[in-house]
């Protein structure tokens, strides 16, 4: 049973315009959230995280949305360029708990010029 | 330069051959992890270790063996008991690991089955 979901495997967005990746989960006491950024053959890289004591960061061209009441955060890039082309995980943890990270299985976004 | 060092970048192991990945840091990080990723699937933990000389499994550690006998290094056995273990392996890394600080990630090896 998953307990971080990401429902699209891909998504397909223009150059300039506005990139969402959506993200759910299951277990309420996930706290902590976050965006890592991938590309084929290499480690995901930290984009931006979130603690369930805000609704929103934002941090240059990427804000995160979490809404707990629904158990989703959305990743809002914009504008979206060629080289945020990538596949994006959401993670979850419940903070200071150990070691206890949840990932997502990932969205391939494509940004075409 | 900081960062996490994972090497071969490319494995291939024969049936019933234990084949040892590694893993370096110098971020001068307490915590370090072991992940599995395959394809369509988030990332999955197989061993992670708080501190020298200790280690934990994760939620997929059968087959595979660790040691942490220096604070820099993390080196993953998987073992011929793993069944299935064509997949990309990730290394990480965090300041500390209580406070789910985030994980600084090698550039993995992929591990693949002749």
């Known amino acids: 049973d998953q307990q971080v979901k990401q429902n699209s495997p891909s998504l397909s967005v223009q150059e300039g315009r506005i990139s969402i990746l959506n993200c759910d989960y299951t277990?309420?006491?996930?706290?902590?959230f976050l965006w890592y950024k991938k590309y084929p053959a290499e480690g995901p890289t930290f984009l931006i995280s979130?603690?369930?004591?805000?609704d929103k960061n934002e941090d240059g061209r990427f804000t995160v949305f979490l809404n707990k009441s629904a158990k989703h955060l959305s990743l809002h890039i914009v504008p979206s360029q060629p080289g945020d082309s990538a596949v994006y995980f959401c993670?979850?943890?419940?903070?200071?708990?150990?070691?206890?990270?949840?990932f997502g299985p990932g969205t391939r976004l494509s940004v075409l010029p | 330069d900081g960062g996490i060092t994972q090497s071969p970048k490319y494995l291939f192991r024969k049936e019933g051959q234990n084949v040892t990945l590694s893993c370096e840091q110098n971020?001068?990080?307490?915590?370090m992890y072991w992940y599995r990723q395959d394809p369509g699937q988030g990332l999955r933990l197989i061993y992670y270790?708080?501190?020298?000389?200790?280690?934990q499994k994760g939620d997929i550690a059968e087959g595979y063996s660790v040691s942490r006998e220096k604070k820099e290094s993390f080196p993953l056995t998987v073992t011929s008991a793993q069944k299935n273990p064509t997949a990309f392996y990730l290394c990480?890394?965090?300041?500390?690991?209580?406070?789910?600080?985030?994980?600084?990630f090698g550039s993995g090896t992929q591990l693949s089955v002749l």
């Open positions: 990480a890394s965090s300041l500390d690991g209580t406070t789910n600080e985030k994980l600084f």
């Open positions: 277990n309420s006491m996930f706290d902590y």
């Open positions: 979130i603690s369930s004591i805000k």
């Open positions: 993670a979850a943890s419940v903070r200071n708990y150990g070691q206890n990270f949840v």
């Open positions: 971020l001068n990080h307490d915590a």
């Open positions: 270790s708080q501190i020298v000389n200790d280690f």
